[in-house]
Nanobody
Framework: QVQLVESGGGLVQAGGSLRLSCAAS????????MGWYRQVSGRQREFVAV???????NYADFVKGRFTISRDNAKNTVYLQMNSLKPADTAIYYC???????????????WGQGTQVTVSL
């Protein structure tokens, strides 16, 4: 079983910054990808950013140039540095991790509990 614990959300004014973190623990053999998704009230959950074990990163168009995803492989932790925040960024942000389990080598995907980010004018 794999557990993700998120932190770093909160209330910030437009133009401000927040840094989200997500730490994975449990029966992990290896992690292939770590990413962030968000759900704006009334909308579908959407992709924000992802990073792979090889260092590849990809971002949604609406965050390019403002958000940066990074990871600490030794700590099984992924971060999302969020700069120049806008009210449209207000959402619940979810961490997602995909990898291989220690038991039997089965693949897994896990989600964090979500953390609220609210950006005011």
């Amino acid at each position: 079983q794999v557990q993700l614990v998120e932190s770093g959300g909160g209330l910030v004014q437009a133009g401000g910054s927040l840094r989200l973190s997500c730490a994975a623990s449990g029966s992990i053999f290896s992690i292939k990808t770590m990413g962030w998704y968000r759900q704006v009230s009334g909308r579908q959950r959407e992709f924000v950013a992802v990073t792979t074990s090889g260092g590849f990163t990809n971002y949604a168009d609406f965050v390019k140039g403002r958000f940066t995803i990074s990871r600490d492989n030794a700590k099984n932790t992924v971060y999302l540095q969020m700069n120049s925040l806008k009210p449209a960024d207000t959402a619940i942000y979810y961490c997602n991790v995909a990898g291989s389990s220690r038991f039997g080598g089965a693949d897994f995907t896990a989600w964090g509990q979500g953390t609220q980010v609210t950006v005011s004018l």
